[in-house]
C-alpha cells in the first residue's frame, strides 16, 4: 500500500504543479490584463467623456450665450429704439407742441401741501409731478398738460415689453412724468427733487453723453421705490437746448426674473456686468460661488432717496475680495477668449462671455465643470462600482476555478496513478509467489496505461504459464542432471586417472630419452669399476707375489727412498688436470733426460700418475739406481692399486646416485598426500639423471640459499624440474650455461632455472602453456610438458611465470611454504 | 727415434685412469701414453707430440664430449694420420655418428663402454699389426 501512497503523492504533487501552475497562473495573468484594460479603458473613456462633455457644455453654452446675449442685445436695442422714439417724439412735441392731443382727457392737476405739483387722478395715464422748487406757471402748466400726448406711447411701451417697468421723463425744471403711475406721487419722492442730481438724468447730459445716443445707466436705487434700476435715457434737445430726459427703466429683478432666469443647461448660470465689471444682475447661486449677496431688494427706509444710490463697490466684480478671481476676471475681460477655465473657492467652473454691443455689457455664463461632468462622474462611479463588483467576481472565479483544478488534478492523478500503483503492486507480489497471483483487471481510459495493464496481465499470463512449464523442465531437469552428474562423476575419475597416467607417461617419456644417457651414467662408473677390479686382480695374481722378493732385493740404503716415494704417492690427492699434467710430465721427463735417465718419459708418466709432479731430487738416486725402473714399476702399481679401490669406491658412488635418481624418478606416488620434502634434492636428482647430457658442454651454476622443506608432491616436482631443464637444455643445444637458482621471498619458495638460450619469440609467448603446443617437429615431443608443469604448479597451489629475451630465458616457480 | 704414442682421449678422467693402467699393464713401456679431456686438446696434443717428433699409432676415444664429438675428432685426425689406428670407445654412441666414424674416419672398431680389457688390448694389437 505503500507504494500505491507514494505514487500518488508524488505524481499528484507533480500534476497538480503543474496541472495549477500552467492553468492558474495564464488565468491569473489574463484577469489581471482584464482589469487592468477595464479600468485603463475605462478611464480613459470617462476622461474622453469629460472632454467632450465639456467641449458639448463649451458649445451649448456658447450657443446659448450667444442666443441670450443676442437676445438681451435685442431686448435692450428694443428699449433702445423705444428710447429713441421717445426721444424723437419728445423732440417734435417740443418744437411743435400744439400738435399733440390729450389722449385720455383733462388731468386734474394739484398743488399738494409740500409744493409739489402733481396730478392727482388717474386717468389710465402717466403720473406727473413738479418739484417743489419749481414755480409754477403756465408755461409749465402748459408742458404738464401737454405732455399727457406721450402717455399712449409709456403705457405702449410699458405694456408690451416685460422688461420695461416704468417709462419717464425728467425735464431740466424738475418735471417728472412716469408711467405707471403712482398713487399719491407727491409723497413718493422728496418735494424738492433736483433732476440734474440724478444718474438717470445727468448720464444722458451734453457732457457724458456728447453724441447725444442712448445711454444705459448703472444700476441705482430707484427714487421711484421700484428697487434697483438700470434705465437706458436719452436726451430729449430742442435745437441744442436739453429740455429733459427720457428713460425706460428695466429692474434688474425684472432682468433676472425674465432674462437671468434661464432654464439653462447643466445648471449653469448667466449673469450680467457692466463693462467696468460692476454686477448688474447675478443669481442667487453665482452670489454664493462669488462669496457676496446681490442687493436685489432694497428696502426701502424712512429716507427718500436724494442722490443715486448705485451698488456698492462689493459689486464690482473686479473689485472682489479674491484676487484669483479678479485676476482670473481681468484676464477675460481684457482678452478676446469667450471661453475660459474659471475657479473660485476651489470650484472648477467654465466661463463664457458674451458683449451685449448695445451697452457694453457682459453676459457671462458660468457653468460648474463638476455639474457638466455630473452625468460622466456618476458612469465613473458606476463603472468603478462594475469593477469592484467585477474584481469581486473574479475573485470568486479565481478561487472557484482553483478549487476546480484542484479537483480536477486530483482525479487525473488518480486516474493515472491508480492503475499504475495497481501494476506496481502487482508485479511486487509477482517477485515473491509466481504461482499464486492473481490478475486483477483494471480499467483506465488513458490508452497508455490500459495497454500497459493489458500487456501486464497478459505477460503475467504467460509468465504464469512459462513458470509452470519452467518448474516441469526443472524437475525433469534435474533427474536428468542426476544422471549426468553420475556420468560426469565416472568419467571425471577416469579423466583424472587418465591425466595421472599422462603425466606418468609423460614422465616416463621424458625418463626414456634420458635412458641412453642414464645407462651411459651407469656403465661409466661401472666401466671404471671393472677396469679397477681387473687392474687389482692383476696386482694381485701378479705382482702380490713378487712382493716379499722384491722388498727383500731391495738395498737399504733404497728401502727408506723407496718407502718416502711409496708413501709419497699413496698421499697423493688428484688435484691437476690432465693438461695440467702434461706439463709436469714434460718437465720430469727433460729433467731426467739431464740426468741421463732411461726412457724419462714413460717414467714421468708414471710418476705424475703416482701424484709425483716435481721435486723429484729425493727420487733421482732411486732413478739412477740399476733397478730404478723396477722400484718405480713396484710403486706405480702400488699406487696403482690405491687408486683402483678409489675409484671403485668414487664409481660404485655414482651408480648408486643415478639409481637413486632413476628410482625417485620413476616413482609414481599414488597417495595424493603433501610430504614435507627438500626441493634442492628433487633438482640434484633430475641434474644427476642429465648429467651426461650436461657434461657436453653446459655449464651449471647453482646459487641454492638456505631452504626450509615444503609440504609439496615431490614426484610431481620432479617431473617439473625434468620439464623446465629439458626444455633448458634443448633451447641452448646442450651447449651454455645453465643457472639454477633457489630462494625465499616472504611465504614462498623460489626456483629460477635460467638458461641462455636464444630465448622464446614474442608471438608463441602467450602459447607455451597451452596443451598439445609444441615447437618441436611431430614425434619429438608431445608438447603437454608445459601444461602438466602448469597443473602441478597449481596443484602446489604456486606459480609459474617466465620472462624470455635473445640470450635469457628465465623460468620461475614459486611454492608457497 | 721417434717413440710411438698412444693417445686417449675422454672427458671422464676416472675412464683415462683405466686406460692407462690398462694400456700399461698391456704394452709397458713399448709406447708412450698421452691423454687428453677433450678433442681440442687433443688436438692441440698431437700438434705437440708432432713438433716434438713423436708419432701417435693409436688413438682410442670417447665419442660423447664437450665440444666436438669424437667422431669428428678422428674424421680429422684420419685427414692428418691416416694410418693411426683408431678405436672409438664410447657409452652412446648416435648410430650416424659410428657410421660416419666407420666411414670417414675410417675407425678400426667401435667399443662400448663398459669394455673388457682383453678385447681393448685386443683391438689395438690387430689394428696395429694391420699398419
Known sequence: ?817 | MSQAVILCVDDERVILDSLERQLEDAFGDDYLYEFAENAEDALELIEELTDEGLHIVVIVSDWLMPGIKGDELLVRLHKKFPKVVKILLSGQADKAAIERAKQQAKIHRCIYKPWSEEELVETIRQGLEKL
Open chain 1, 1 to 817: 500500500m505503500t507504494n500505491n501512497q507514494m505514487m500518488k503523492k508524488t505524481l499528484n504533487a507533480i500534476i497538480n504543479r503543474h496541472f495549477l501552475s500552467s492553468s492558474l497562473t495564464p488565468v491569473f495573468t489574463v484577469e489581471l490584463v482584464l482589469l487592468a484594460l477595464y479600468f485603463g479603458i475605462s478611464a480613459f473613456i470617462t476622461t474622453k467623456t469629460m472632454n467632450m462633455l465639456l467641449d458639448e457644455a463649451k458649445q451649448n453654452i456658447r450657443e446659448i450665450s450667444s442666443r441670450e446675449a443676442q437676445n438681451i442685445n435685442q431686448q435692450l436695442k428694443e428699449i433702445s429704439t423705444f428710447a429713441r422714439l421717445l426721444q424723437s417724439e419728445h423732440q417734435m412735441f417740443f418744437e411743435n407742441p400744439e400738435s399733440f392731443g390729450l389722449p385720455y382727457g383733462t388731468p386734474e392737476f394739484s398743488v399738494a401741501d409740500n409744493g409739489v405739483f402733481y396730478k392727482t387722478t388717474y386717468n389710465g395715464g402717466s403720473s406727473l409731478y413738479y418739484s417743489s422748487t419749481t414755480k409754477i406757471t403756465d408755461k409749465e402748466h402748459q408742458k404738464a398738460l401737454k405732455t399727457e400726448a406721450f402717455d399712449p406711447l409709456f403705457k405702449d411701451i410699458v405694456t408690451n415689453n416685460p422688461n420695461v417697468v416704468q417709462v419717464y421723463i425728467n425735464t431740466y425744471d424738475d418735471m417728472n412724468r412716469l408711467y405707471p403711475f403712482i398713487e399719491d406721487v407727491q409723497k413718493q419722492f422728496p418735494a424738492s427733487t433736483n433732476m440734474e442730481d440724478f444718474n438717470f438724468y445727468y448720464e444722458a447730459d451734453a457732457k457724458h453723453n456728447p453724441t447725444r445716443g442712448v445711454v444705459w445707466t448703472d444700476a441705482y436705487l430707484d427714487p421711484a421705490g421700484k428697487g434697483w434700476m438700470m434705465s437706458g435715457i436719452v436726451p430729449i434737445y430742442n435745437k441744442d437746448f436739453l429740455e429733459g430726459v427720457t428713460g425706460i427703466d428695466v429692474t434688474i429683478e425684472k432682468f433676472v426674473d425674465n432674462i437671468l432666469k434661464l432654464d439653462l443647461p447643466w445648471q449653469a448660470s448667466a449673469f450680467l456686468v457692466n463693462k467696468d465689471g460692476m454686477i448688474l444682475a447675478m443669481p442667487e447661486k453665482v452670489e454664493d460661488y462669488l462669496n457676496l449677496k446681490e442687493l436685489k431688494a432694497h428696502a426701502y427706509g424712512d429716507d427718500k432717496l436724494t442722490t443715486t444710490i448705485k451698488k456698492p463697490e462689493e459689486f464690482n466684480l473686479l473689485k472682489n475680495q479674491d484676487e484669483e478671481v479678479v485676476a482670473q476676471l481681468q484676464k477675460l475681460f481684457a482678452g478676446h477668449a469667450d471661453m475660459v477655465d474659471f475657479t473660485a473657492r476651489g470650484n472648477n467652473f467654465l466661463l463664457s462671455q458674451e458683449i451685449i454691443q448695445e451697452t457694453g455689457w457682459r453676459l457671462l455664463f458660468l457653468v460648474d465643470k463638476e455639474i457638466v461632468f455630473e452625468p460622466v462622474f456618476e458612469l465613473k462611479q458606476l463603472a468603478r462600482k462594475i469593477g469592484y463588483v467585477v474584481i469581486f467576481l473574479m475573485i470568486v472565479f479565481y478561487l472557484g476555478f482553483v478549487l476546480y483544478l484542484v479537483k480536477k488534478s486530483h482525479n487525473l492523478s488518480t486516474k493515472i496513478s491508480a492503475p499504475i500503483a495497481n501494476l506496481a503492486n502487482l508485479s511486487s507480489e509477482m517477485v515473491d509467489n509466481m504461482e499464486t497471483i492473481e490478475i486483477k483487471r483494471m480499467d483506465s481510459d488513458i490508452e497508455e496505461v490500459s495497454q500497459l495493464s493489458n500487456n501486464f496481465n497478459t505477460m503475467v499470463i504467460h509468465l504464469k504459464q512459462l513458470f509452470a512449464n519452467l518448474e516441469e523442465a526443472r524437475n525433469t531437469l534435474e533427474i536428468k542432471v542426476e544422471e549426468r552428474t553420475h556420468e560426469l562423476k565416472e568419467a571425471l575419475e577416469n579423466l583424472k586417472r587418465t591425466q595421472q597416467e599422462l603425466v606418468q607417461s609423460e614422465k616416463m617419456a621424458a625418463l626414456g630419452q634420458l635412458v641412453a644417457g642414464i645407462a651411459h651414467e651407469i656403465n661409466t662408473p661401472l666401466g671404471a669399476i671393472r677396469s679397477s677390479v681387473g687392474n687389482i686382480s692383476k696386482f694381485v695374481e701378479q705382482t702380490l707375489g713378487q712382493l716379499p722378493a722384491f722388498f727383500d732385493s731391495l738395498p737399504k740404503e733404497q728401502k727408506q727412498g723407496f718407502f718416502a716415494l711409496l708413501q709419497r704417492s699413496l698421499q697423493q690427492e688428484t688435484l691437476f688436470s690432465v693438461k695440467e699434467e702434461r706439463k709436469f710430465k714434460r718437465a720430469l721427463t727433460r729433467q731426467m733426460e739431464q740426468h741421463d735417465i732411461k726412457n724419462a718419459a714413460t717414467i714421468a708418466t708414471k710418476l705424475v700418475s703416482m701424484g709425483i709432479y716435481d721435486n723429484i731430487d729425493t727420487v733421482l738416486p732411486l732413478l739412477k739406481a740399476s733397478n730404478g725402473a723396477d722400484m718405480i714399476q713396484t710403486a706405480y702399481k702400488l699406487s696403482g692399486l690405491q687408486k683402483s679401490t678409489q675409484n671403485i669406491s668414487i664409481a660404485t658412488d655414482r651408480a648408486s646416485k643415478v639409481v637413486f635418481a632413476l628410482k625417485s624418478f620413476a616413482r609414481f606416488d599414488t597417495s595424493g598426500e603433501k610430504v614435507q620434502a627438500t626441493l634442492i634434492d628433487g633438482i640434484e636428482t633430475v641434474l644427476t639423471l642429465y648429467h651426461n647430457q650436461l657434461k657436453q658442454g653446459v655449464e651449471i651454476i647453482r646459487n641454492y640459499a638456505q631452504l626450509p622443506q615444503v609440504m609439496c608432491y615431490p614426484d610431481e616436482l620432479n617431473q617439473v624440474w625434468t620439464n623446465l631443464i629439458h626444455n633448458a637444455l634443448q633451447a641452448m643445444n646442450y651447449k651454455g650455461t645453465l643457472e639454477i637458482e633457489a630462494t625465499i621471498e616472504k611465504t614462498d619458495v623460489l626456483i629460477n632455472i635460467t638458461d641462455n638460450g636464444p630465448g622464446i619469440p614474442d608471438d608463441i609467448k602467450q602459447k607455451i602453456f597451452e596443451p598439445f603446443f609444441t615447437t618441436k617437429p611431430p614425434g619429438e615431443g608431445s608438447g603437454l610438458g608445459l601444461d602438466i608443469v602448469r597443473k602441478i604448479i597449481e596443484k602446489h597451489e604456486g606459480k609459474i611465470t617466465f620472462t624470455s629475451t635473445l640470450g635469457k630465458t628465465t623460468f620461475t616457480v614459486s611454492i608457497p611454504i
